[in-house]
Protein backbone atom coordinates (compact mmCIF):
# COMPACT_ATOMS: atom_id res chain seq x y z
CA UNK A 1 0.00 0.00 0.00
CA UNK A 2 2.79 2.05 0.83
CA UNK A 3 4.38 1.83 -2.17
CA UNK A 4 1.63 2.35 -4.26
CA UNK A 5 0.73 5.76 -2.32
CA UNK A 6 4.54 7.06 -3.34
CA UNK A 7 4.01 6.00 -6.98
CA UNK A 8 0.84 7.95 -6.89
CA UNK A 9 2.28 10.75 -4.77
CA UNK A 10 5.24 10.85 -7.14
CA UNK A 11 2.91 10.78 -10.60
CA UNK A 12 0.76 13.88 -9.03
CA UNK A 13 4.07 15.72 -8.20
CA UNK A 14 5.45 15.00 -12.43
CA UNK A 15 1.89 15.73 -13.39
CA UNK A 16 1.71 18.92 -11.57
CA UNK A 17 5.05 20.19 -12.26
CA UNK A 18 4.33 19.54 -15.78
CA UNK A 19 1.39 21.34 -15.90
CA UNK A 20 3.04 23.91 -14.59
CA UNK A 21 5.75 24.37 -17.19
CA UNK A 22 2.88 23.94 -19.80
CA UNK A 23 0.88 26.63 -18.63
CA UNK A 24 4.11 29.12 -18.01
CA UNK A 25 5.15 28.20 -21.65
CA UNK A 26 1.46 28.79 -23.22
CA UNK A 27 1.13 32.43 -21.84
CA UNK A 28 5.08 32.58 -22.87
CA UNK A 29 4.62 32.04 -26.40
CA UNK A 30 1.31 33.79 -26.40
CA UNK A 31 0.39 34.84 -29.21
CA UNK A 32 1.45 33.36 -31.74
CA UNK A 33 -1.01 33.85 -34.42
CA UNK A 34 -4.08 36.97 -34.63
CA UNK A 35 -6.29 36.91 -31.78
CA UNK A 36 -10.44 37.54 -32.62
CA UNK A 37 -12.20 40.19 -30.33
CA UNK A 38 -16.19 39.43 -30.84
CA UNK A 39 -18.05 42.67 -31.11
CA UNK A 40 -22.09 41.78 -30.27
CA UNK A 41 -23.29 44.95 -32.84
CA UNK A 42 -22.94 46.26 -35.73
CA UNK A 43 -19.59 47.43 -37.12
CA UNK A 44 -19.11 51.71 -36.60
CA UNK A 45 -21.20 51.68 -33.98
CA UNK A 46 -20.95 52.73 -30.03
CA UNK A 47 -18.88 49.32 -28.93
CA UNK A 48 -17.47 48.40 -32.60
CA UNK A 49 -15.71 51.99 -32.06
CA UNK A 50 -14.02 51.22 -28.32
CA UNK A 51 -13.03 47.46 -29.96
CA UNK A 52 -11.40 48.90 -32.60
CA UNK A 53 -9.50 51.47 -30.78
CA UNK A 54 -8.65 49.01 -27.87
CA UNK A 55 -7.85 46.65 -30.00
CA UNK A 56 -5.39 48.78 -32.88
CA UNK A 57 -3.46 49.49 -29.10
CA UNK A 58 -3.09 46.15 -27.55
CA UNK A 59 -2.25 44.52 -31.26
CA UNK A 60 0.61 47.06 -30.98
CA UNK A 61 1.85 45.90 -27.90
CA UNK A 62 1.23 42.14 -28.01
CA UNK A 63 2.92 42.37 -31.48
CA UNK A 64 0.33 40.26 -32.96
CA UNK A 65 -2.69 41.54 -35.06
CA UNK A 66 -6.02 41.44 -33.28
CA UNK A 67 -9.02 40.88 -35.73
CA UNK A 68 -12.10 42.63 -34.77
CA UNK A 69 -15.41 39.99 -35.78
CA UNK A 70 -18.73 42.02 -35.55
CA UNK A 71 -21.02 38.53 -34.50
CA UNK A 72 -24.17 40.67 -34.13
CA UNK A 73 -28.15 39.97 -33.16
CA UNK A 74 -30.12 39.41 -30.27
CA UNK A 75 -29.31 42.22 -27.72
CA UNK A 76 -25.61 40.79 -28.23
CA UNK A 77 -26.12 37.44 -26.73
CA UNK A 78 -25.03 35.69 -30.26
CA UNK A 79 -21.68 37.31 -29.84
CA UNK A 80 -21.47 36.59 -26.65
CA UNK A 81 -22.61 33.33 -26.74
CA UNK A 82 -19.99 32.38 -29.38
CA UNK A 83 -16.92 33.40 -27.13
CA UNK A 84 -19.24 31.57 -23.76
CA UNK A 85 -18.40 28.19 -26.94
CA UNK A 86 -14.93 29.15 -28.18
CA UNK A 87 -11.98 27.16 -27.53
CA UNK A 88 -10.30 28.78 -23.90
CA UNK A 89 -7.34 29.19 -25.84
CA UNK A 90 -6.74 32.98 -25.55
CA UNK A 91 -7.31 33.59 -29.01
CA UNK A 92 -11.23 34.18 -29.17
CA UNK A 93 -12.24 37.03 -26.93
CA UNK A 94 -15.28 39.50 -26.54
CA UNK A 95 -16.16 43.10 -25.90
CA UNK A 96 -19.40 43.60 -24.20
CA UNK A 97 -21.01 46.63 -22.18
CA UNK A 98 -23.67 46.68 -19.64
CA UNK A 99 -25.82 44.71 -21.85
CA UNK A 100 -24.10 41.35 -21.08
CA UNK A 101 -25.54 41.79 -17.85
CA UNK A 102 -29.13 43.18 -18.33
CA UNK A 103 -29.39 40.31 -20.73
CA UNK A 104 -28.88 37.75 -17.52
CA UNK A 105 -32.54 39.19 -16.62
CA UNK A 106 -34.53 40.04 -19.64
CA UNK A 107 -33.66 36.72 -21.47
CA UNK A 108 -35.55 33.91 -20.41
CA UNK A 109 -33.06 30.54 -21.15
CA UNK A 110 -29.57 32.07 -22.49
CA UNK A 111 -27.37 29.45 -23.71
CA UNK A 112 -24.71 30.37 -21.12
CA UNK A 113 -24.54 31.17 -17.23
CA UNK A 114 -23.51 35.06 -17.36
CA UNK A 115 -22.12 34.72 -14.24
CA UNK A 116 -19.35 32.00 -14.24
CA UNK A 117 -19.03 31.35 -18.32
CA UNK A 118 -16.51 33.71 -18.87
CA UNK A 119 -12.72 34.61 -17.46
CA UNK A 120 -13.12 38.46 -17.27
CA UNK A 121 -10.05 40.20 -18.35
CA UNK A 122 -10.71 43.75 -17.32
CA UNK A 123 -13.84 47.13 -17.67
CA UNK A 124 -12.08 49.30 -20.29
CA UNK A 125 -14.56 52.53 -20.40
CA UNK A 126 -17.27 53.70 -18.64
CA UNK A 127 -19.29 55.77 -21.74
CA UNK A 128 -22.60 58.03 -21.43
CA UNK A 129 -25.52 57.94 -23.16
CA UNK A 130 -27.46 60.42 -24.82
CA UNK A 131 -31.02 60.81 -25.54
CA UNK A 132 -31.74 62.05 -28.90
CA UNK A 133 -34.07 62.87 -32.03
CA UNK A 134 -34.50 62.73 -35.78
CA UNK A 135 -33.51 65.94 -36.98
CA UNK A 136 -36.45 67.23 -37.61
CA UNK A 137 -38.32 66.05 -34.51
CA UNK A 138 -40.53 69.12 -33.46
CA UNK A 139 -39.75 68.88 -29.42
CA UNK A 140 -36.35 71.05 -29.06
CA UNK A 141 -35.67 70.32 -25.35
CA UNK A 142 -36.00 67.10 -22.95
CA UNK A 143 -39.06 69.01 -21.08
CA UNK A 144 -40.83 69.42 -24.57
CA UNK A 145 -39.75 66.14 -26.02
CA UNK A 146 -41.47 64.56 -22.91
CA UNK A 147 -44.87 66.56 -23.43
CA UNK A 148 -44.62 65.79 -27.18
CA UNK A 149 -44.26 62.03 -26.38
CA UNK A 150 -47.15 61.91 -23.64
CA UNK A 151 -49.21 63.67 -26.53
CA UNK A 152 -47.99 61.57 -29.45
CA UNK A 153 -46.14 58.70 -28.04
CA UNK A 154 -48.23 55.62 -29.69
CA UNK A 155 -46.96 57.42 -33.67
CA UNK A 156 -43.20 57.51 -32.20
CA UNK A 157 -40.85 54.83 -33.03
CA UNK A 158 -37.74 54.20 -30.59
CA UNK A 159 -34.43 52.59 -32.07
CA UNK A 160 -32.12 49.85 -29.93
CA UNK A 161 -29.55 47.05 -30.55
CA UNK A 162 -31.81 44.64 -29.15
CA UNK A 163 -33.49 43.16 -26.15
CA UNK A 164 -31.10 43.71 -22.95
CA UNK A 165 -28.55 46.04 -25.30
CA UNK A 166 -27.47 49.00 -23.40
CA UNK A 167 -29.78 51.70 -25.76
CA UNK A 168 -32.83 49.02 -24.63
CA UNK A 169 -31.82 49.70 -21.02
CA UNK A 170 -31.58 53.45 -21.57
CA UNK A 171 -34.91 53.56 -23.62
CA UNK A 172 -37.30 51.45 -21.05
CA UNK A 173 -35.95 53.78 -18.22
CA UNK A 174 -36.17 57.01 -20.02
CA UNK A 175 -40.00 55.61 -21.46
CA UNK A 176 -41.09 54.73 -17.64
CA UNK A 177 -39.96 57.76 -16.31
CA UNK A 178 -42.29 59.50 -19.15
CA UNK A 179 -44.77 57.49 -18.20
CA UNK A 180 -45.43 56.82 -21.84
CA UNK A 181 -44.43 53.45 -23.84
CA UNK A 182 -43.09 54.21 -27.28
CA UNK A 183 -42.66 51.23 -30.23
CA UNK A 184 -39.65 50.11 -29.91
CA UNK A 185 -37.48 48.74 -33.05
CA UNK A 186 -34.61 46.46 -32.38
CA UNK A 187 -31.54 46.19 -34.93
CA UNK A 188 -27.92 44.61 -34.93
CA UNK A 189 -26.64 47.49 -33.35
CA UNK A 190 -26.40 51.71 -33.22
CA UNK A 191 -24.54 51.98 -36.64
CA UNK A 192 -27.89 50.92 -38.67
CA UNK A 193 -30.32 52.79 -35.60
CA UNK A 194 -28.08 55.92 -36.43
CA UNK A 195 -28.35 56.11 -40.22
CA UNK A 196 -32.17 55.48 -39.61
CA UNK A 197 -32.66 58.30 -37.39
CA UNK A 198 -30.75 60.45 -39.59
CA UNK A 199 -32.78 59.90 -42.50
CA UNK A 200 -35.44 60.36 -40.34
CA UNK A 201 -37.30 57.18 -40.44
CA UNK A 202 -37.25 56.53 -36.89
CA UNK A 203 -37.60 58.86 -34.17
CA UNK A 204 -35.46 58.66 -31.39
CA UNK A 205 -32.75 56.50 -29.62
CA UNK A 206 -30.69 56.89 -26.79
CA UNK A 207 -26.52 55.75 -27.68
CA UNK A 208 -23.12 55.79 -26.27
CA UNK A 209 -21.61 58.84 -27.26
CA UNK A 210 -18.64 56.81 -28.57
CA UNK A 211 -21.51 56.58 -31.45
CA UNK A 212 -23.22 60.20 -30.53
CA UNK A 213 -20.52 62.39 -30.35
CA UNK A 214 -20.13 62.92 -34.04
CA UNK A 215 -23.53 63.36 -35.51
CA UNK A 216 -24.70 65.42 -32.69
CA UNK A 217 -21.78 67.94 -32.92
CA UNK A 218 -22.34 67.88 -37.15
CA UNK A 219 -26.39 68.84 -35.93
CA UNK A 220 -27.91 65.88 -38.01
CA UNK A 221 -29.59 64.44 -34.73
CA UNK A 222 -31.51 66.45 -31.84
CA UNK A 223 -29.78 66.07 -28.88
CA UNK A 224 -32.10 66.27 -25.46
CA UNK A 225 -29.96 65.41 -22.67
CA UNK A 226 -27.08 63.24 -21.35
CA UNK A 227 -27.50 60.26 -18.71
CA UNK A 228 -24.07 61.19 -16.65
CA UNK A 229 -24.21 63.07 -12.86
CA UNK A 230 -22.82 66.14 -14.30
CA UNK A 231 -22.65 67.90 -17.83
CA UNK A 232 -19.60 67.26 -19.93
CA UNK A 233 -17.24 69.50 -20.35
CA UNK A 234 -17.01 69.39 -23.85
CA UNK A 235 -20.53 69.25 -24.11
CA UNK A 236 -21.14 72.16 -22.14
CA UNK A 237 -24.77 72.68 -23.62
CA UNK A 238 -26.05 69.78 -23.44
CA UNK A 239 -27.64 69.16 -19.95
CA UNK A 240 -27.90 66.00 -18.08
CA UNK A 241 -31.57 64.28 -18.03
CA UNK A 242 -31.51 65.17 -14.28
CA UNK A 243 -31.25 68.80 -14.53
CA UNK A 244 -33.97 68.85 -17.38
CA UNK A 245 -36.57 67.31 -15.67
CA UNK A 246 -35.75 63.83 -15.06
CA UNK A 247 -34.95 63.57 -11.70
CA UNK A 248 -32.12 60.66 -10.52
CA UNK A 249 -32.12 59.38 -14.20
CA UNK A 250 -28.42 57.96 -14.79
CA UNK A 251 -26.92 55.57 -16.89
CA UNK A 252 -23.84 54.49 -18.13
CA UNK A 253 -22.63 51.67 -20.46
CA UNK A 254 -19.05 50.24 -19.01
CA UNK A 255 -17.86 47.92 -21.30
CA UNK A 256 -15.21 44.68 -20.46
CA UNK A 257 -13.45 41.93 -22.31
CA UNK A 258 -13.28 38.69 -21.76
CA UNK A 259 -12.34 34.96 -22.45
CA UNK A 260 -13.57 31.90 -22.27
CA UNK A 261 -14.22 30.19 -19.06
CA UNK A 262 -11.13 28.02 -18.70
CA UNK A 263 -8.51 30.11 -20.18
CA UNK A 264 -5.21 30.00 -18.46
CA UNK A 265 -4.66 31.96 -15.84
CA UNK A 266 -1.04 33.05 -17.31
CA UNK A 267 -2.71 34.10 -20.50
CA UNK A 268 -5.41 36.09 -18.57
CA UNK A 269 -3.36 38.11 -16.38
CA UNK A 270 -0.94 39.11 -19.65
CA UNK A 271 -4.21 40.17 -21.64
CA UNK A 272 -5.04 42.01 -18.22
CA UNK A 273 -1.51 43.68 -18.12
CA UNK A 274 -1.62 44.50 -21.94
CA UNK A 275 -5.03 46.00 -21.49
CA UNK A 276 -3.83 48.31 -18.42
CA UNK A 277 -0.91 49.19 -20.79
CA UNK A 278 -3.03 50.72 -23.98
CA UNK A 279 -5.57 51.78 -21.40
CA UNK A 280 -2.64 54.60 -20.60
CA UNK A 281 -1.41 54.95 -24.28
CA UNK A 282 -1.84 58.33 -24.93
CA UNK A 283 -3.07 57.99 -28.46
CA UNK A 284 -5.61 55.75 -27.19
CA UNK A 285 -6.52 58.27 -24.51
CA UNK A 286 -7.37 60.99 -26.99
CA UNK A 287 -9.11 58.77 -29.46
CA UNK A 288 -11.20 57.98 -26.56
CA UNK A 289 -11.75 61.33 -25.75
CA UNK A 290 -12.90 62.26 -28.83
CA UNK A 291 -15.58 60.75 -28.92
CA UNK A 292 -16.39 61.73 -25.16
CA UNK A 293 -15.33 58.81 -22.70
CA UNK A 294 -12.13 57.87 -20.84
CA UNK A 295 -10.17 54.96 -19.62
CA UNK A 296 -11.44 53.45 -16.94
CA UNK A 297 -8.31 53.58 -13.59
CA UNK A 298 -5.76 51.07 -13.67
CA UNK A 299 -7.10 49.12 -10.93
CA UNK A 300 -10.24 48.70 -12.74
CA UNK A 301 -8.42 46.97 -15.88
CA UNK A 302 -8.23 44.02 -13.83
CA UNK A 303 -9.80 40.13 -14.10
CA UNK A 304 -10.82 40.78 -10.39
CA UNK A 305 -12.84 44.26 -10.51
CA UNK A 306 -14.97 42.85 -14.00
CA UNK A 307 -15.32 39.98 -12.53
CA UNK A 308 -17.07 41.84 -9.37
CA UNK A 309 -18.68 44.32 -11.46
CA UNK A 310 -20.52 41.67 -13.68
CA UNK A 311 -22.03 39.52 -10.64
CA UNK A 312 -23.08 43.05 -8.90
CA UNK A 313 -24.75 44.42 -12.34
CA UNK A 314 -26.22 41.14 -12.80
CA UNK A 315 -27.88 40.94 -9.80
CA UNK A 316 -28.54 44.49 -9.51
CA UNK A 317 -30.18 43.96 -13.16
CA UNK A 318 -32.55 41.08 -11.08
CA UNK A 319 -33.69 43.94 -9.19
CA UNK A 320 -34.43 46.64 -11.86
CA UNK A 321 -35.76 44.53 -14.14
CA UNK A 322 -38.45 43.33 -11.93
CA UNK A 323 -38.70 46.90 -10.87
CA UNK A 324 -39.19 47.72 -14.34
CA UNK A 325 -41.79 44.65 -15.29
CA UNK A 326 -43.99 46.36 -12.21
CA UNK A 327 -43.98 49.75 -14.07
CA UNK A 328 -41.50 51.42 -11.25
CA UNK A 329 -38.69 53.89 -11.75
CA UNK A 330 -35.85 52.33 -11.53
CA UNK A 331 -33.28 51.47 -11.24
N1 LIG B 1 -24.75 51.03 -28.35
C1 LIG B 1 -25.49 49.89 -28.69
C2 LIG B 1 -26.35 49.44 -27.54
O1 LIG B 1 -27.36 49.98 -27.43
C3 LIG B 1 -24.77 48.77 -29.27
C4 LIG B 1 -23.80 49.17 -30.31
O2 LIG B 1 -24.15 49.29 -31.46
O3 LIG B 1 -22.65 49.31 -29.95
O4 LIG B 1 -26.09 48.56 -26.81
Known sequence: ???????????????????????????????????????????????????????????????????????????????????????????????????????????????????????????????????????????????????????????????????????????????????????TVPYKGNAPVMNDLIAKQIDLTCDQTTNTTAPIAGKLVKSYAITTKTRLGSMPDLPTADEAGLKGFEVGAWHGIYAPKGTPDDIVRKLSKTLQEALRDPDLVKRFNDINTEPVPQDEATPEALKAKLVSEVDRGTTFTVKLRRGEAAP
Open 1 to 183: FRETFMQIKKTAAIAIAFAMVSSASVAQNYPNRPITLLVPFAAGGATDTVARVTAQTMSKLLGQTIVVENATGAGGTIGATRASRADPDGYTLLIHHIGISTAATLYRKLPYDTKTAFAPIGLVTNAPMTIIGRPDLPPNTLAELVTYIKANGDKMTFGNAGLGAASHLCGMLFMTAVGKEVL
